[in-house]
Nanobody
Framework: QVQLVESGGGSVQAGGSLRLSCVPS????????MGWFRQAPGKEREGVMG????????YLADSVKGRFTISRDSAKNTLYLQMNSLKPEDTAIYYC?????????????????RGQGTQVTVSS
């Protein structure tokens, strides 16, 4: 079982930036793909971005193109989501997700392992 821990959420004004981080609860755990999805109140889960262990982008939501960047520090076994030019519609709980092997063929919001989520609130 892979447990993931997110951090970095918070409240910002529109146009601001936040950086989310995600680490496995056990540092030696490896995964083949990782990513972020989000869920706003009353809305369905939405994939945001996904990346392979080698750094290739696997998923990018149209709604965040040009504003969000995903990266992975293999040495620290940490996943990041840099969010710039935030908009009120980005307000949601952001979840880190990961999977292995064939599980990586699924879209990021369906990855097997996920964290507890971190709240991002963007005010206008």
């Amino acid at each position: 079982q892979v447990q993931l821990v997110e951090s970095g959420g918070g409240s910002v004004q529109a146009g601001g930036s936040l950086r989310l981080s995600c680490v496995p609860s056990v540092s030696t755990v490896s995964t083949d793909c990782m990513g972020w999805f989000r869920q706003a109140p009353g809305k369905e889960r939405e994939g945001v971005m996904g990346i392979t262990s080698s750094g290739s982008l696997t998923y990018l939501a149209d709604s965040v193109k040009g504003r969000f960047t995903i990266s992975r520090d293999s040495a620290k076994n940490t996943l990041y989501l840099q969010m710039n030019s935030l908009k009120p519609e980005d307000t949601a709980i952001y979840y880190c997700a990961a999977d292995r092997g064939d599980g990586c063929r699924r879209t990021v919001r369906l990855y097997k392992y996920r964290g507890q989520g971190t709240q991002v609130t963007v005010s206008s």
